[in-house]
């Protein structure tokens, strides 16, 4: 890693010159130093190179660096991201969002963001509205979800799938109506979610199984591990 240069500028020219250098390992640098010691003067600089990082593991580091400081300094600035005219701009804001957790920026997630005409923005507002949705929002939510079904290659598809599995039982209804619909694109989507729906539905039953029998008394333990026995070797005497 190259070290960023620490003489002849004040702290916060060098970082902000940093952020905006040729080589990625100087911006990761300044990205984490950025977020080591949060100054608010920094905060701009942040915000404007997501929405312009070529570098992945840079613009992590800046969405990281963002969560170091105050949500009541940094989400005013991030909201104001997901009204630009750059796609980038809008999905890493939406990224920080889903980072930071902070439940009041639900209703900032607006139906336009859900569908918008790029696919990794709205990839990215399919994974924050699920994870802010307000209890009783899931259904409404699920509405506008399986509008998208259909959409995109099979990676987008599967991200939208996950979406609404990660929104449980409440999106079974929607799913048996689209996957019966006109659109063959769209049912197949539709009844591939559903199939991940009951795995992921078979998956939690049987880890509630598996708690309930860890979490027993020691005697039913003991009750349950003789009556499997006896089973095993009925079935060996056949």
Request: with cysteine; net charge negative.
């Amino acid at each position: 890693m190259v070290p960023i240069d620490t003489h002849g500028a004040p702290q916060q020219t060098r970082l902000v010159n940093a952020l905006n250098a040729q080589d990625p390992s100087v911006r990761l640098q300044a990205a984490m130093a950025a977020g080591s010691t949060p100054d608010p003067v920094l905060l701009e600089t942040l915000v404007e190179r997501c929405g312009v990082e070529p570098d992945l593991f840079v613009r992590d580091t800046l969405s990281w660096a963002l969560m170091r400081y105050s949500p009541e300094v940094t989400l005013p600035r991030i909201r104001q991201e997901l009204d630009s005219a750059h796609a980038q701009a809008r999905s890493q804001a939406l990224h920080t969002l889903s980072k930071i957790g902070d439940r009041g920026a639900w209703d900032w997630i607006t139906r336009d963001m859900l569908h918008d005409a790029d696919d990794e923005t709205a990839r990215t507002a399919w994974r924050v509205a699920v994870s802010l949705v307000p209890e009783g929002e899931e259904k409404d939510l699920t509405d506008e979800l399986v509008r998208e079904l259909g959409r995109g290659n099979r990676g987008l598809r599967l991200s939208l799938s996950r979406a609404l599995v990660d929104l449980g039982d409440v999106v079974e209804s929607a799913l048996e109506k689209a996957a019966d619909g006109p659109d063959p694109a769209v049912a197949e989507h539709a009844r591939a979610t559903r199939t991940l729906l009951r795995a992921r539905r078979a998956d939690l039953e049987a880890a509630a199984e598996k708690a309930k029998r860890i979490l027993a008394p020691a005697p039913e333990r003991a009750d349950a591990a003789a009556a499997a026995g006896a089973g095993a070797e009925g079935a060996g005497e056949r």
